[in-house]
T-cell receptor, first 111, second 110 residues
Framework: SQELEQSPQSLIVQEGKNLTINCTSS?????LYWYKQKYGEGLIFLMM?????EEKSHEKITAKLDEKKQQSSLHITASQPSHAGIYLC???????????FGGGTRVLVKP | SQTIHQWPATLVQPVGSPLSLECTVE??????LYWYRQAAGRGLQLLFY??????ISSEVPQNLSASRPQDRQFILSSKKLLLSDSGFYLC?????????FGSGTRLTVV
């Protein structure tokens, strides 16, 4: 089965600083998904990457997928307290087929 | 529009009691359905997925079972809960355009 490794497991950043979360797969991915979750709540979809070398941005969040489609990063610029939460990367083997997740990264933004 | 309903939102159950969590989907047909569990502060572990009525695949050995009696209904069950069954349970559905998650059920086994 496909395994996703996320790093770091947790992250504390000062408000206004940048942060990066990494997600690495042991196998070539079909689709790579990034979600955000506040504790005890459902998932908020952030972005989906499918093409090698693809990069997407939304507000202050940028996600990239490497050319080999085995590694993705999520970068937040000038972090704010609203960026706090658990960030999850997920990947599937085919379109809409069996999404599995990494271990998550807990982000805390200190004001 | 396409929606997913999951209930209850929270549940406290004693050890050894049965469990039934229900998930229903509206606005789509023949979706893939999933049950995930999240331990405190951790990632989501895929427990079961289903590609059709009566078709259930189990991803990890456990004390739980799943059933899909109707196309848009997915049920997570246990005959006797263990303390280790505590966690946050999420239901999801997918088709080729992506995945939609329910709001989750927080289960505490005491």
């Amino acid at each position: 089965s496909q395994e996703l490794e996320q790093s770091p497991q947790s992250l504390i950043v000062q408000e206004g600083k940048n942060l990066t979360i990494n997600c690495t797969s042991s196998k070539t991915l079909y689709g790579l998904y990034w979600y955000k979750q506040k504790y005890g709540e459902g998932l908020i979809f952030l972005m989906m990457l499918q093409k090698g070398g693809e990069e997407k941005s939304h507000e202050k969040i940028t996600a990239k997928l490497d050319e080999k489609k085995q590694q993705s990063s999520l970068h937040i610029t000038a972090s704010q307290p609203s960026h706090a939460g658990i960030y999850l990367c997920g990947a599937d083997k085919a379109a809409g087929n069996k999404l599995t997740f990494g271990g998550g990264t807990r982000v805390l933004v200190k004001p | 529009s396409q929606t997913i309903h999951q209930w209850p939102a929270t549940l406290v159950q004693p050890v050894g009691s049965p469990l039934s969590l229900e998930c229903t989907v509206e606005g789509t047909s023949n979706p893939n359905l999933y049950w995930y569990r999240q331990a405190a502060g951790r990632g989501l572990q895929l427990l079961f997925y289903s590609v059709g009525i009566g078709q259930i695949s189990s991803e990890v050995p456990q004390n739980l079972s799943a059933s899909r009696p109707q196309d848009r209904q997915f049920i997570l069950s246990s005959k006797k809960l263990l303390l280790s069954d505590s966690g946050f349970y999420l239901c999801a559905w997918s088709q080729i355009h992506g995945y939609t998650f329910g709001s989750g059920t927080r289960l505490t086994v005491v």
